[in-house]
């Protein structure tokens, strides 16, 4: 090996190293907020990140969140601090939810912290986002779809607030927020496992550059930042050149009765390592609280990328984004919103209206790289619940429940991750145990299971919807807030996959009978009424006929597709019994059967 050869290996080596390094920072920012965090959206749900950036904003290492959180909104919020305070010391914090400034929402609460060294000098920052059980709006959900602008919403908007000088709280703004949050003893626990985050990875990396030097760790960033911008050149070089445009909508909704049309326009350049998508020719701000933000109209793009890529050795940072170009504008539905349109809905609905498309048109120009259309968002079994607990002095409780959600994309590769919610945050956020959220809140789930043959049928298959009911305990009266899309317009499938079971969503009457409810409602639950949520299926990519006999078998014996629904849209014939263990696959009949269902597509 030449001198030059071992130089770069040890060079290599170091990088590894320090990589690991500013992963386990974040991971310990991670863990010290599920663990101390009080409101169930982050000790139960997950819905938070934690990530690390350069002096200058770029994204660095993350602990294990939400992409739709981080891709990009860090970068941006990072650059608000340095506007609006542009001399940062050690024991600084600010409060940041503007949605008008990198954010992803109102309800998700950043706490950012500069990390300045010893001479004064800005090394990093450290992110914290939390998503609120509440934030202050005008109704008890962090979701609000049906408000006309951030006015009607009601939220509490922070813009690079510092909330923490020399290490000590701005009572002024622990007061505000207390004084308009509906359950201010959750908030002010949940602040204080935010805060603790983000100064343990103050710490951490103030403790790691008196370690290796500041040089070192410079030095580091832009060799990482060189690997993965070089892992998403390789990524992208094996995808096919090609453009496709992609056409969406979200389903009708208030303030926008005849839904959102969105148009994705997904150009690779296989040859030059680069992606671009144009979200320009779209519609403007809507009168309602679906509106992406910066942060997330980019980031939903970049979603769709990198579930698209089928690669996972491509980091997700700063680096490996020089080969993405997003496209946007301003006063766009899916662009940069215009004060005062509301963004309250914006990790979800809309994103992944963006998300999906551009993960398809990467199937439609490569085959065995992207993905079918996970499945919307967000039924009443993943809404806000909220009123007095009689079991706790009538105190209020606030929180998002996620009971009964799945909707995983079928890929080139896999059948649909059961559990992943919603595209934005990529299986990161987690289902509730139904125990768990019965001890938290007087809340009685009386079902959850997956319904039969709502899986977007594929070589390989979405995932199946969720069935849930779910209502108060006696003695208490409940709300559920919820903002649904997937009622209309369902998960599509891809290069010959099918679509995903719809949403629905419905009240069980006291005396049983089911009345139906509209995609966006606030229900008000008397004790043994219910609400019924059906969660989206996902979408299927590839022609089910071409799907593992052994698979398709698989689904039928676990319940997750009928008898009915084997034979005509997959093929299958069957021996033996499912009552006695016998039923197997009947090979030749199901060759013969194929090729006749083939005949006939």
């Known amino acids: 090996m030449t001198a030059s050869a071992a130089q770069k290996a040890r060079d290599g080596v170091r990088t590894a190293i320090l990589s690991s390094r500013m992963e386990s920072i974040a991971r310990k920012m991670q863990n010290t907020l599920f663990r101390t965090a009080r409101s169930g959206i982050l000790n139960t749900a997950h819905d938070f990140s934690c990530v690390i950036l350069t002096a200058d904003c770029r994204f660095l290492a993350a602990a294990e969140s939400l992409p739709i959180h981080t891709l990009i909104g860090p970068d941006l919020m990072c650059q608000a601090v340095k506007k609006h305070h542009p001399v940062l010391k050690r024991g600084d914090c600010f409060l940041h939810n503007s949605p008008y400034e990198g954010n992803s929402h109102a309800a998700d609460h950043c706490l950012i912290v500069p990390v300045v060294d010893d001479e004064g000098i800005l090394r990093f920052f450290v992110l914290a986002k939390a998503h609120q059980a509440d934030c202050g709006n005008s109704r008890p959900s962090t979701y609000l ?155 939903a793009a970049m979603v769709g990328i990198y579930n698209g890529i089928i690669d996972h050795g491509v980091p997700a940072n700063a680096g490996s984004f020089r080969r993405i170009e997003v496209l946007v504008r301003e006063n766009c539905c899916v662009g940069i919103p215009r004060h005062p349109f509301s963004c309250s809905v914006a990790t979800t609905n809309l994103a992944d209206r963006v998300s999906n498309p551009v993960q398809r048109a990467i199937a439609e120009i490569s085959a065995g790289h992207g993905m079918a259309e996970t499945g919307p968002i967000m039924a009443p079994g993943m809404g806000v619940i909220s009123g007095k607990d009689p079991r706790n002095h009538d105190e209020p409780f606030v929180n998002q429940v996620h009971i009964g959600v799945t909707g995983g994309a079928g890929t080139a590769v896999t059948d649909g991750f059961l559990s992943i919610i919603h595209a934005g945050n990529a299986g990161m956020c987690r289902i509730d145990c139904i125990e768990v959220d019965e001890l938290h809140h ?157 005949q006939t597509q």
């Open 145 to 299: 779809g049906d408000v006309v602008d951030v006015y009607q919403e009601g939220a509490l908007i922070f813009s690079a607030t510092k909330i923490q000088s020399d290490y000590q709280n701005n009572d002024d703004i622990i007061r505000m927020c207390k004084a308009r949050i509906r359950v201010p003893e959750q908030w002010w626990g949940d602040y204080l496992a935010s805060l603790g985050s983000v100064r343990i990875g103050e710490r951490e990396l103030l403790a790691l550059g008196r370690e290796v030097g500041w040089d070192v760790l410079e030095d580091y960033a832009e060799a990482w930042f060189d690997y993965s911008e070089k892992k998403m050149v390789d990524a992208i070089g094996r995808l096919k050149s090609g453009r496709r445009v992609i056409h969406a909508a979200h389903d009708p909704f208030p303030g926008v009765p005849d839904g959102i049309p969105v148009k994705v326009d997904v150009t690779v350049d296989a040859l030059a390592g680069k992606i671009t998508v144009d979200l320009r020719d779209n519609p403007d701000c809507q009168p309602c609280g679906l509106n992406l933000t910066e942060g997330t109209s980019v980031s």
């Open 442 to 598: 007087p809340i009685f789930i009386k079902a959850r299971y997956l319904v039969p043959d709502t899986e977007g049928a594929g070589t390989f298959r979405g995932a199946p919807s969720a069935y849930t009911e779910l209502g108060p305990i006696d003695g208490c009266t409940m709300q559920v807030l919820y903002t649904a899309d997937g009622t209309i317009n369902v998960a599509e499938g891809t290069r010959g996959g099918g679509k995903g079971g719809p949403v629905r969503a419905m009240k069980r009457e006291l005396d049983g009978s089911l009345t139906k409810l509209p995609p966006c409602y606030g229900v008000t639950l008397k004790p043994g009424e219910l609400v019924v949520s059906y969660s989206a299926g996902g979408g299927g990519y590839g022609s089910p006929l071409e799907r593992d006999p052994a698979r398709v078998l698989h689904d039928l014996m676990e319940g997750w597709i009928s008898a009915e629904r084997a034979r005509s849209v997959y093929g299958l014939v069957t021996t033996g019994s499912l009552v006695d263990g016998t039923l197997a696959v009947d090979q030749a009949a199901t060759r013969s059967l194929r090729a006749s269902l083939r």
